[in-house]
T-cell receptor
């Protein structure tokens, strides 16, 4: 089936650790995005990529890093520099103005 | 970034009632999208609108692309318990033709029997 797959669904991180969230799509979309969602709030853009080997900071990029080595994959690393990483993270891909989301990863700092 | 004004923020309605929500912007958009998000899941695309004045339905959902290209409306008719969730609007500005969207903050819909 075509779609966007995020893994894992739940992730626990100790303070001071880096963690990487996976996002894979087989829709052949050029553009991919990472959003953060906090309880009761909308979506805030972390990073986006229009094409392989290129990506741009969104509104809240501090403490995060990404790579785009393959068209299908856009992993997000939450670094220890991110002071409040507990949130729901959503990956999306788009083409022609239509965006589709993965099922999300809930990250909790313990 | 989030530059769309979506209202209302939340709605508590009885089963069978109709629901209306809207999004407005100070700038024009080429595309308007409406999503539904259920707890713990990613948003699911409900309706896409591409032309000013366009009215599109998906079952009990109807959405319209405003004539000014600065707003959009979503209506849910005869609500049922499974309509519960957060509904988001999203718009694609002309300057981002490759697809970067702006999102509203969402409308939380709660349906009581």
């Amino acid at each position: 089936d075509g779609g966007i797959t995020q893994s894992p669904k739940y992730l626990f991180r100790k303070e001071g650790q880096n963690v990487t969230l996976s996002c894979e799509q087989n829709l052949n979309h050029d553009a991919m995005y990472w959003y953060r969602q906090d309880p009761g709030q909308g979506l805030r853009l972390i990073y986006y990529s229009q094409i392989v080997n290129d990506f741009q900071k969104g509104d809240i990029a501090e403490g995060y890093s990404v790579s785009r080595e393959k068209k299908e994959s856009f992993p997000l690393t939450v670094t220890s520099a991110q002071k409040n990483p507990t949130a729901f993270y959503l990956c999306a891909s788009s083409m022609g103005g239509l965006a589709f989301f993965g099922q999300g990863t809930r990250l909790t700092v313990v | 970034g989030q530059q769309l004004n979506q209202s209302p923020q939340s709605m508590f309605i009885q089963e069978g009632e109709d629901v209306s929500m809207n999004c407005t912007s100070s700038s024009i958009f080429n595309t308007w999208l409406w999503y539904k998000q259920e707890p713990g899941e990613g948003p699911v695309l409900l309706i896409a609108l591409y032309k000013a004045g366009e009215l599109t339905s998906n079952g009990r959902l109807t959405a319209q692309f405003g004539i000014t290209r600065k707003d959009s409306f979503l209506n849910i008719s005869a609500s049922i318990p499974s309509d519960v969730g957060i509904y988001f609007c999203a718009g694609q500005p002309p300057t981002d033709s490759w697809g970067k969207l702006q999102f509203g903050a969402g409308t939380q819909v709660v349906v009581t029997p």
